[in-house]
């Protein structure tokens, strides 16, 4: 495959960075100081998904029933508990630890390898943790947004934490099949999975303020279990802001 396309792209958006709407250094919000590059990586992967994946998760929709999707959406949430249960055991919560691996058996054993989800019709617990996380806990706990190519928003923190994460995603994409579609059938549930949003993304008025400062807020709360509530409104009403000329 030709990465030369689009490795140029990437290129141009960081040179531009500077020719954006972002605000000037001095008022830009210190959890995202590299604004002007990020506004740009966001409309690059806004602008793919619009012309791909959307398109093909719309489809994917569409032809697949409803409750077969469910069965795939858990199937694949059973194989990515292990890195759930490796991340609680680096935070030093031995008891979820234990819960986790006991999920992830009886989903595997009784539930078709994780399409029937019948750990939590028995009441077992479900955690979402990760390798970022576990940084953050470890004392790593703020960190500068960043918007990564195609994966969508991040931070620093959270960014370097994905090599790892890539590296069992890779193992379970091989032991699904041996040549990669189990993890592009995984992106295109994940991505069908969040089509009922449009909407309310694209009423904002910057939907690149409202993916960050929601995003950030899920983080928050995933990290610490508090986070306060950002001011939704703000970019839901076109009438409070005014446009940045070109």
């Known amino acids: 495959m030709n990465f030369r396309p689009l490795t140029t792209l990437l290129l141009a958006l960081l040179l531009t ?10 008022e830009r919000d210190p959890i995202d100081p590299w604004e002007p590059y990020n506004r740009n990586m966001y409309k690059f992967n806004r602008t793919l998904d619009k012309a791909l994946f959307r398109p093909v998760a ?4 569409y032809v697949v029933p409803d409750p077969v999707e469910t069965g795939i959406t858990n ?5 990515k508990s292990v890195r759930t249960t490796v991340s609680l055991a680096l935070q030093g919560r031995p008891a979820d630890t234990v819960t986790s691996m006991v999920r992830f058996t009886m989903n595997s054993v009784f539930g078709l390898a994780g399409f029937f989800d019948v750990a939590t019709r028995s ?7 990760d390798l970022g996380q576990a940084l953050a806990i470890w004392g790593w706990e703020d960190s500068r947004y960043f918007m990564l190519p195609l994966l969508g928003p991040s931070t620093l923190r959270d960014g370097l934490a994905r090599p790892a994460e ?12 041996g040549r990669g579609y189990g993890i592009a059938w995984d992106l295109i549930q994940q991505r069908a999975n969040v089509l009922d949003r449009e909407e309310q993304l694209e009423d904002a008025f910057d939907e690149y303020l409202f993916v960050r400062d929601a995003w950030l807020q899920n983080r928050e709360y995933k990290i610490t279990g508090e986070s306060a509530t950002p001011d939704y409104d703000a970019y839901l009403d076109e009438a409070d802001w005014e446009e940045d000329p070109d």
């Open 75 to 79: 199937f694949f949430d059973n194989l």
């Open 123 to 129: 009441g077992v617990p479900q955690y979402d943790e």
């Open 58 to 61: 719309t489809g994917y929709e």
């Open 166 to 177: 890539a590296y069992y995603d890779l193992l379970w994409r091989k032991a699904v099949d």
């Open 17 to 26: 960075a500077c020719a954006t709407s972002a605000p000037p250094p001095d």
